[in-house]
């Protein structure tokens, strides 16, 4: 029998020291059990409008629409995947329609993406995550931080399946290349990733302005350091992206399970 959950939220974002414009965007809906962070690319513009497209029209369909009366599933579902599973994946391809026409029909936004993480939770399907591109999610339990998503990068790419080290990877790809990102095709393919969480569990959501410029011991240290309070622990996070040189914008969205 699945343990009964008290949830706590908090989430944040930052323009970081480097940037002018925040292309981060974050959604979320406690009441709804609906969390969604988007990292935007393609220019002030795009990539601005990118994000909010796509964290409003995850947040939308998981919130609204999917629970109308005359509700049809915009995407094929999959009898292998719970309903929440679904739900996310045929959310986020929704979110990849809408940033793709926009980019289509507005030259200001030619080429425009996002990266995003979408999380909900029941306790039938447990802790669902979809994501595509390098925002993360982890999973703070007992004092140990776990990535729960893999990067859609070119480095990840080259370390998983070349077996290059991280510094290898990083030298060989120039740069911090994404190979998967809403709205740069017509379709995409999230990934999705069930977890089941235990009382005391944190998930951390964050665009890669917090994991590239924060090691994830010190992410260990603020979480475990400031659990009793999300608010501070968030701000904390962003504190220490900003301090190791804010060279990007910064975006954490945190959900903690508590034993109701």
Request: some cysteine; overall charge negative; proline content about 3%.
């Amino acid at each position: 029998m699945p343990v009964p959950f008290r949830i706590v939220t908090a989430a944040a974002t930052d323009v970081g020291r480097a940037r002018e414009v925040n292309e981060d965007a974050y959604s979320v809906h406690p009441d709804h059990n609906v969390w969604v962070l988007a990292d935007g690319m393609g220019g002030h513009v795009g990539g601005r409008i990118a994000s909010r497209i796509a964290a409003d029209a995850v947040a939308d369909f998981m919130v609204r629409w999917r629970k109308t009366p005359d509700f049809v599933w915009p995407f094929e579902i999959m009898e292998s995947r719970s309903h929440d599973e679904n739900a996310i994946a045929n959310a986020v391809r929704v979110a990849n329609v809408r940033v793709y026409n926009r980019s289509q029909v507005d030259e200001s936004c030619a080429g425009m993406g996002t990266t995003l993480v979408a999380m909900t939770y029941s306790p039938d399907a447990g802790f669902v995550i979809g994501h595509v591109g390098d925002s993360r999610c982890y999973r703070l339990r007992k004092d140990e931080l776990v990535q729960l998503t893999e990067d859609h990068s070119l480095v990840n790419h080259l370390k998983k399946f070349y077996h290059l080290t991280e510094q290898q990877a990083r030298a060989k790809a120039g740069k911090n290349v994404i190979i998967r990102a809403v709205g740069l095709e017509d379709d995409v393919d999230p990934e999705l990733t069930v977890d089941l969480p235990e009382p005391g569990d944190i998930y951390l959501a964050c665009s890669d302005g917090l994991s590239e410029m924060v090691d994830d011991w010190i992410m260990t240290n603020i979480l475990i350091g400031h659990q009793e309070h999300l608010d501070d622990a968030a701000n904390a996070l962003i504190r220490a992206a900003n301090q190791n040189g804010g060279n990007d914008n910064i975006t954490v969205v945190l959900v903690r399970f508590l034993r109701a």
